[in-house]
């Protein structure tokens, strides 16, 4: 059953700019932590962004400056504004969330399927 769906990846070159969101399913009535988390070939998937639900946020630091997380708790979502792009941002990224709240009882942690993101030089 997925719980969270995430959108925005793609193509572009160093210095560009991309969007990620990442949206609960319907039947998902709050979220605690929600992160965005990258893996690449040969190494464990690492932690770029998190955000609380008050809104506060926490960063990898090599995306510091560069990237901002948000999220909008009315609709379950949260998003990853990606600015000056490098190579070495190439990766999936995933949306995770947790202590879930669904229609069917809690969820302790869901993770999104996947989204491409890649940097040319």
């Known amino acids: 059953q997925v719980h969270l769906v995430e959108s925005g990846g793609g193509l572009v070159q160093a210095g560009g700019s991309l969007r990620l969101s990442c949206a609960a399913s319907r039947n998902i009535f709050t979220i605690g932590v929600m992160a965005w988390y990258r893996q690449t070939p040969g190494k464990q998937r690492e932690l770029v962004a998190g955000?609380?639900?008050?809104?506060?946020?926490v960063y990898a630091d090599s995306v510091k400056g560069r990237f901002t997380i948000s999220r909008d708790n009315a609709k379950n979502t949260i998003f990853l504004q990606m600015t000056n792009l490098r190579p070495e941002d190439t990766g999936v990224y995933y949306c995770?969330?947790?202590?879930?709240?669904?229609?069917?009882?809690?969820?302790?942690?869901?993770w999104g399927q996947g989204t491409q993101v890649t940097v040319s030089s």
């Open positions: 955000i609380f639900v008050e809104g506060r946020t």
């Open positions: 995770n969330g947790d202590k879930l709240v669904s229609d069917r009882g809690p969820i302790a942690d869901a």
